[in-house]
């Protein structure tokens, strides 16, 4: 099955910076989503990105799927977006919409 | 609209006791999916359902996980009998089944085995 790794595995930033997150996969997807996992363990999906760039207020992400790798960017980070950030693949070769996580990048936001 | 509901949230039992989870996904949401999470990882795929038919549970361990989504609308998730290593949350998510297959979450139901 298809492989999805994200870096890096954990991450501390004071409240204000940027930061980058980067999830890599093995094969060719159908589709990308990226999602939050907030402290009480809750997924809110963020973005449904195939391809391209969209931005959301303060997160944007970018997806090149010729490349096989896609960009979460979070600016002036608050200590709400702490949590663990997952992307999430749709593997054309694994079955009907079977969807994929990755391995998860932990944020903690200090003040 | 109603989000994903799961119960229970949290349950507590012993190795070799049975456990069931209940998922009621979003209306006219065609695709559920079970996934479970062990602390630290990512969630891993354990059944998905199309309606009321499984498309994938190819890492349902069988011997002790059973699913079903009756009239392709809620859906229960039992394990018999329970391993100290079914440990984890069990989350339920479901998609339309049109175009963007994009994933909504319930709040998931934490099961302990002691």
């Known amino acids: 099955g298809i492989q999805v790794e994200q870096s890096p595995p954990d991450l501390i930033l004071q409240e204000g910076a940027n930061s980058t997150l980067r999830c890599n996969f093995s094969d060719s997807v159908n589709n990308l989503q990226w999602f939050h996992q907030n402290p009480w363990g809750q997924l809110i999906n963020l973005f449904y990105i195939p391809s391209g760039t969209k931005q959301n207020g303060r997160l944007s992400a970018t997806t090149v799927a010729t490349e096989r790798y896609s960009l979460l960017y979070i600016s002036s980070s608050q200590t709400t977006d702490s949590g663990v950030y997952f992307c999430a693949v749709e593997d054309p070769s694994g079955g009907y919409q079977k969807v994929t996580f990755g391995t998860g990048t932990k944020l903690q936001v200090i003040p | 609209e109603a989000g ?45 359902f199309q309606n009321n038919g499984v498309v994938d549970d190819s890492q349902l361990p069988k011997d002790r996980f059973s ?46 085995v002691l």
């Open chain 2, 4 to 48: 994903v509901a799961q119960s229970p949230r949290y349950k507590i039992i012993e190795k070799r006791q049975s456990v069931a989870f209940w998922c009621n996904p979003i209306s006219g949401h065609a695709t559920l999916y079970w996934y479970q999470q062990i602390l630290g990882q990512g969630p891993k795929l354990l059944i998905q």
């Open chain 2, 67 to 112: 699913a079903e989504r009756l009239k392709g609308v809620d859906s229960t998730l039992k394990i018999q009998p329970a391993k100290l290593e079914d440990s984890a949350v069990y989350l339920c998510a479901s998609s339309f089944w049109s175009g963007a297959n994009v994933l909504t979450f319930g709040a998931g139901s934490r099961l302990t």
